[in-house]
């Protein structure tokens, strides 16, 4: 299994970017993927998940509304479109899987700031 993040960069408050997971060595349409994120000093926090039906879940009020999870099955990559930054979402942005065990890309940075 390899996921690999991409997309992060630095950007204004108030700006968008939109992230990209690619994913090999499993059969991505039949799982669940995720989004965390890791800002400085603080623990990684799961933040939203899409299920391979395409239902989505997010479990942090203050991205409810500006982030966006989205998978396409036919390029095996989970996409997160982040609008509206704030300084606070400066962190490292990680996807996830779980198949029989959890697998992690190398995270992208993401720098809110003007």
């Known amino acids: 299994v390899k996921l690999v993040e991409s997309g992060g960069g630095v950007v204004q408050p108030g700006g968008s970017l939109r992230l990209s997971c690619g994913a090999s060595?499993?059969?991505?349409?039949?799982?669940?993927m995720r989004w965390y994120r890791q800002a400085p000093g603080k623990e990684r926090e799961l933040f939203a998940r899409?299920?391979?039906?395409?239902?989505?879940?997010y479990y942090v009020e203050s991205m409810k509304g500006r982030f966006t999870v989205s998978r396409d099955n036919a390029k095996n990559t989970v996409y997160l479109q982040m609008n509206s930054l704030k300084s606070e979402d400066t962190a490292v942005y990680y996807c996830?899987?779980?198949?029989?065990?959890?697998?992690w890309g190398q995270g992208t940075q993401v720098t809110v700031s003007s």
């Open positions: 060595g499993f059969t991505f349409s039949t799982y669940a």
């Open positions: 996830n899987t779980m198949t029989d065990r959890d697998y």
């Open positions: 899409i299920y391979n039906t395409g239902d989505t879940a």
